[in-house]
């Protein structure tokens, strides 16, 4: 007798694999192909629990109606296939944002120039005024110091923002103290200065806040998932069914628009980008829950349609709730 070396089940000494756990009981001698070896096995394994899931997810209802029957073996754990899925789709989403991203940390940072080239005009004509200077002289010295820019400067500080408590353009951001620029824009609450202070420190570094910003979405869709399930939980009170029952079936759900997301993200931003490509995306999420609730619940059609409408409408108004909430708390928390 022996002990199995994974699981330390006593096995027979003829016995090639453990009755226990299914390991090998011998190994040749470790070489570095074997590892690499055993890498391709488990990826490319189509028996394998990623290639299932990844395989089944489309049809819909099965690996829920799996999971709550006792298939779990088969398959990847549906909140680690979820959390997997979710990193995957927001890595992408950084990726393909950097453009932008770069685009927008570019302007403020042109801004920020702007708000010190502004500040050392007006000190300038300050010192100007407060001196019996030829203005012929002074134009000179304005030209050669400011390098013929102040047109360009005058255009661009006509740029503003919209805020909840009014507009400003943007060099106050840069150019103020917190106090300053409380006093300037004068909120009317403390919320208000709250978030005034919020957007300062967002302008002062764009790259970095937009990266949290983005990062922060996952938070927003693990919301989502938890109030649907909870929605389903009131539709279907009189099922009888778990709370945990509904939420296994809208975190595969959430991973397969994930998916979705994976696919059609790329294909948006590389080949074209047009609205018909969102309503398709709309379309097949919609078809695709309305199916898999159907397999599910097995109520009739006219039932599943109305209860379908319904959550697709609360799962909007949700969704546009969540990315708000998750853009204010990302600004308070950056």
């Not at 070489?31 to 990623?50: A, G, P, R, Y």
């Not at 010190?116 to 030829?134: A, C, R």
Request: proline content about 2%.
């Amino acid at each position: 007798m022996k002990n199995c070396l994974n699981c330390g089940t006593q096995i027979l000494e003829d016995q090639r694999y453990c009755p226990n756990c299914g390991q090998k009981t011998a190994f040749k001698a470790l070489s570095l192909w074997m590892v690499f070896k055993d890498f391709i096995k488990n990826v490319f394994n189509l028996e394998s629990k990623i290639w299932s899931s990844l395989r089944d997810i489309w049809i819909p209802g099965k690996l829920t109606q799996a999971y709550l029957k006792g298939v779990r073996n088969k398959y990847f754990n549906p909140i680690r296939f979820f959390l997997v899925t979710i990193f995957a789709f927001f890595a992408l989403v950084v990726f393909i944002s950097s453009s932008f991203i770069n685009t927008i940390n570019g302007y403020l940072e042109n801004q920020k120039k702007l708000a010190w080239q502004i500040q050392l005009e007006e000190k300038f004509d300050t010192i100007s005024l407060q001196n019996t200077v030829d203005s012929t002289l002074i134009k000179k010295y304005k030209d050669q110091l400011f390098e013929n820019n102040w047109a360009k400067i005058k255009e661009d500080r006509e740029g503003s923002v919209q805020f909840a408590f009014g507009q400003s353009d943007i060099v106050p951001f840069y150019s103020m103290s917190k106090k300053e620029l409380i006093n300037h824009l004068k909120p009317e609450s403390k919320f208000q200065e709250v978030l005034l202070l919020a957007v300062q420190r967002f302008v002062k570094s764009p790259r970095e806040g937009l990266t949290f910003m983005i990062g922060n979405g996952a938070w927003a869709i693990v919301l989502l998932v938890v109030l649907f399930s909870v929605l389903y939980k009131v539709l279907y009170i009189r099922k009888n069914y778990l709370f945990v029952e509904h939420f296994i079936l809208h975190l595969y759900g959430h991973t397969r628009m994930l998916l979705l997301g994976v696919i059609f993200l790329p294909v948006a931003y590389y080949l074209f980008s047009h609205i018909s490509l969102f309503i398709i995306f709309l379309i097949t999420g919609f078809l695709y829950l309305l199916l898999t609730i159907k397999k599910v619940y097995n109520q009739n059609w006219f039932i599943t349609v109305v209860k379908t409408g319904l959550s697709g409408i609360f799962y909007f108004f949700c969704a546009l709730a969540s990315i708000q909430g998750m853009v204010f708390l990302s600004l308070f928390m950056f």
